[in-house]
């Protein structure tokens, strides 16, 4: 607050100082413009495009994904599991739950017997329900 003295009138001058505010939200964006990007779940997969309607789906759901050069991930984990061990891996994930559902994300480039092969060796480990994730095509 400043006060300034006018010849013989004395008044209280108000100002908002914005310069702080701007400061801050400018630190704000920055912050938001880095982890936006990092928000992204899943391993980078070239899905396939699909007219289909969208899954259900809930944050307990198990997502598989499998990429060109035949690794394949379990959720967001960034250890490839060998195919030998995939069985073992779902068995052990599948054991106690009610709801055996599994999610693939398959790259558009694999081989379909990749794929194929995947799906079965998750039927053999007591998936009940398997889920292709992919992407909405362009209207």
């Known amino acids: 607050m400043k006060i300034h003295s006018n010849g013989t009138h004395n008044r ?9 505010f ?18 992204q779940q899943g391993l980078p997969v070239n899905l396939p495009k699909a007219q289909s309607p969208a899954l259900k789906r809930t944050k307990t759901d198990v997502i598989l994904t499998v990429q060109t050069n035949d690794r394949i991930f379990l959720g967001d984990d960034r250890r490839a599991i060998p195919l030998t061990n995939l069985e073992s891996t779902l068995q052990s ?25 995947v799906m079965s060796i998750a039927k053999k480990a007591g ?12 209207q």
């Open 12 to 20: 209280v001058l108000s100002e908002i100082n914005i310069t702080p």
């Open 22 to 39: 701007v400061d801050v939200m400018l630190v704000l964006l920055i912050i938001f413009m880095v982890t936006a990007p990092l928000l």
């Open 93 to 117: 994930i599948y054991a106690n739950k009610e709801e055996k559902d599994l999610f693939i994300k398959a790259d558009t480039d694999l081989l379909y017997g990749t794929v194929v092969k």
């Open 127 to 138: 998936v009940d329900r398997i889920g292709m994730l992919t992407q909405p095509e362009a």
